[in-house]
């Protein structure tokens, strides 16, 4: 991103040293732990810029997201969302932030109720925020149909979820999503349940539809072969953690972290023109949430691991390049940008 370009764009969402941590009950009664979902998470998201989220099952990503959607409290730290805490919003001014994030799911199938017409499905969330006016309701739905490319429109609205098609099916998913015209854009995994032939096409139009509205997206996925086609920045999340954050380009031509580089090694890409080196794939599995082990959480998969730092101290985030973090003791000696203990 240019100097230019940092500018003329302004801070969207900003999250601040964010914990989500669940605790468990022994018995349903005593104490036993906690597991700790999300754990000191920072970064901020520009208006109108697109993010990816990545990493494997249980790495944190939907415990994050639901966390910025206000669906899960913080245990510490802070979300600041268009200059307003998300800790310090609650009642009418809680659902009125919600109503400002657009959330597509992963399974269009599970996601829409198949016993609601898509008009139905449409017109619920602009009952729910207080669109009284009937033709209103109908005229954002035909222009929000029409956007996601769903037409002729006036055959789709007394259709049900079960008469469309997948790749249907999850447009329908994104224009609920923007029906009330939010500044942020989650989706989860939004082409992981689509044939390959539509991947591309439900990329694209969430691409457009990003750049039309000047929205703020983040793409969560575990497969970075489709992050080249969407997004400006990427994170990579492991244990609970942000291990890496840089530039699309930069992350993906110059994976630092350890584990970054074999993520790259699992995703394949359609494109012979970005084959990627292979390199050796770390044994073993994610730690356990409840007890992650000492010093970098990666360390026990690690091919790089120094005996004696990275299994006994917690690495800070070290900038290797403008814009490019790491959280590994790989790059001490570089400039540390957040010291996490």
């Known amino acids: 991103m240019s100097e230019m370009q940092e500018k003329s764009k302004e801070v969207l969402l900003s999250i601040q040293d964010l914990h989500v941590w669940y605790e468990l009950k022994r018995f349903g009664f005593g104490h036993a732990g906690f597991v700790r ?9 520009m208006q109108g810029e697109a993010m990816a ?29 268009d200059g307003t805490k998300l800790t310090e919003t609650q009642g009418e001014a809680l659902r009125l932030y ?23 499905i449409l017109e619920e969330p602009l009952i729910v925020n207080g669109i009284k006016d009937k033709a209103e309701r109908l005229d954002r739905i035909r222009r929000t149909l029409t956007e996601v490319k769903l037409t002729p429109v006036e055959e789709v609205l007394p259709k049900y979820p079960h008469m469309l098609s997948g790749g249907q099916q999850q447009r329908v998913v994104i224009a609920r999503a923007m029906i009330l015209e939010p500044q942020l854009l989650v989706a989860d995994e ?3 349940m689509l044939d390959a032939s539509v991947r591309v096409e439900i990329l694209k139009l969430l691409r457009g539809l990003q750049e039309t509205h000047n929205l703020a997206v983040i793409y969560i996925t575990h497969d970075l072969s489709t992050v080249r086609y969407f997004s ?21 031509n110059n ?13 394949s890409d359609p494109d012979a023109n970005n084959a990627l080196v292979m390199r050796d794939i770390p044994p073993g599995e994610p730690p356990s949430l409840v007890n992650p082990p000492e010093g970098c959480r990666f360390n026990p998969r690690c091919p790089e691991m120094i005996p004696g730092k990275c299994d006994v101290k917690r690495p800070p985030s070290f900038e290797t390049e403008k814009h490019h973090k790491v959280l590994c003791w790989l790059y001490e000696g570089e400039k540390i940008v957040d010291a996490t203990g």
């Open 53 to 81: 989220c990545v990493g494997e099952s249980g790495c944190g990503k939907s415990s994050l997201m639901k966390t910025i959607m206000g669906l899960n409290r913080p245990t510490k730290g802070d979300i600041v969302f």
């Open 190 to 192: 939004p082409v992981s």
């Open 255 to 267: 994976p630092q972290h350890p584990y970054t580089q074999a993520l790259l090694t699992a995703s």
């Open 232 to 252: 400006e920045y990427i994170f990579v999340m492991y244990a609970g953690e942000v291990v890496e954050i840089a530039e699309m380009e930069t992350l993906l």
């Open 37 to 45: 979902a999300v754990d000191g998470v920072s970064f901020d998201l």
């Open 98 to 120: 919600r109503s400002k994030i657009g959330y597509v799911q992963q399974d269009p199938f599970g996601a829409l109720p198949p016993f609601m017409s898509i008009q139905r």
